[in-house]
């Protein structure tokens, strides 16, 4: 017997049942599987007692998971880590907060609405909810803490990236607009031990970098403002970096980001986008996942390099370079006109 799935309708349906997979991975993520098998197989009835789940049922969402290769089921019946279920625990990074605040929630219900966005053109998560992205969270902190620890943990690993594929050296004084708790700016001033910063946020969540540059003991070089970038930024910076920023907003919203920013950069300085681009072509892309994602829950999209030259050029920069660092992820680098 063939494989399941091997026509193309199999494989569509595959595809499209995908949201049972979703709601799977969540469930274990949330019950904590993958850590519980952190140090060697257990049975299902093992998991459901540490768990507090009822063994049954658990048994038929980890069947299916271990069937689509995450977890393995041996031959006695117990269940093992597979590298994918590994990214699952607590101390493996990022993934497992985006799979705990995608798969339930907010964002989750938001989805079931895509419909209406394609429709309509509204953003489905303002549908459902009746305020929008940012105003949600604002209103329900409880949610907030799971966005913000996950805002932390995509920074990390993408704040590497940038300071090992950009050459902060010449720069003295960099502006993380939009910064939120900070984590790129520690992660650049931790590599280049020269460099200043300044971490520019909505007063709501500059408390929480105010914390985070204290841990890391730079508050003698890092300073913490509020403020909207819609109004100003602080000047005084030699480059001033947006971290996932553009992609929260349509482009009328992001040259008006970019134009504020603009007043602020002076001659000689640099504008440093960091973003994903949309590859051209029909291979399979995560910035093309992640490009839905904004449709349906901040209005705002991915671009392909060509959209980010225009706005731009809106904006009074010239786009002189991107540059590949993690993936589709890129700094893209311009300077005023």
């Not at 799977?24 to 049975?43: E, F």
């Not at 005084?236 to 970019?258: C, F, P, Q």
Request: aromatic share 8%; charged share 20%.
């Amino acid at each position: 017997m063939s494989a399941w799935p091997s026509t193309p309708s199999e494989q569509l349906i595959h595809l499209f049942r995908g949201f049972w997979v979703s709601q799977a991975i969540y469930v274990a993520t949330d019950l904590g599987i993958a850590d519980l098998l952190a140090n060697g197989p257990r049975t299902v009835a093992e998991l459901a007692s540490a768990a507090g789940a009822h063994a049954p049922s658990l048994y038929r969402v980890l069947r299916l998971l271990a069937s689509e290769g995450v977890f393995t089921e041996a031959e006695d019946g117990r269940f093992e880590l597979t590298p994918m279920a590994a990214t699952l625990r607590r101390d493996a990074g990022p993934v497992r907060l985006q799979v705990l605040f995608l798969g339930q929630g907010a964002t989750w219900r938001a989805a079931g609405s895509l419909a209406h966005t394609v429709r309509t053109g509204e953003t489905a998560f303002n549908h459902v909810h009746g305020v929008d992205f940012f105003e949600y969270f604002r209103e329900h902190p409880d949610e907030r803490v799971l966005f913000d620890q996950l805002m932390v943990g995509n920074t990390a690993p993408a704040g590497r990236a940038v300071a090992a594929g950009y050459d902060f050296s010449k720069i003295g004084m960099v502006v993380d607009v939009g910064g939120g708790r900070g984590a790129l700016t520690v992660g650049l001033l931790a590599a280049y031990p020269h460099l200043r910063g300044i971490v520019f946020d909505q007063p709501a969540v500059v408390a929480g970098a105010k914390e985070a540059v204290a841990a890391a003991g730079l508050s003698g070089r890092c300073e913490v403002v509020a403020g909207d970038f819609f109004a100003a930024v602080p000047g005084g910076g030699d480059a001033y970096v947006l971290k996932y920023i553009l992609h929260d907003w349509d482009d009328e919203r992001s040259v008006a980001i970019l134009r504020t920013c603009r007043r602020a950069v002076p001659a000689g300085g640099r504008l440093l986008v960091v973003e994903q681009f949309i590859p051209q072509g029909n291979a399979p892309s995560f910035a093309k996942t992640q490009d839905v994602n904004m449709l349906i829950n901040a209005g705002g999209r991915e671009r392909t390099e060509a959209e980010y030259r225009a706005l731009y050029a809106a904006a009074g920069f010239n786009l002189i370079r991107s540059i590949p660092v993690l993936g589709e992820l890129h700094v893209i680098e311009g300077i005023p006109v």
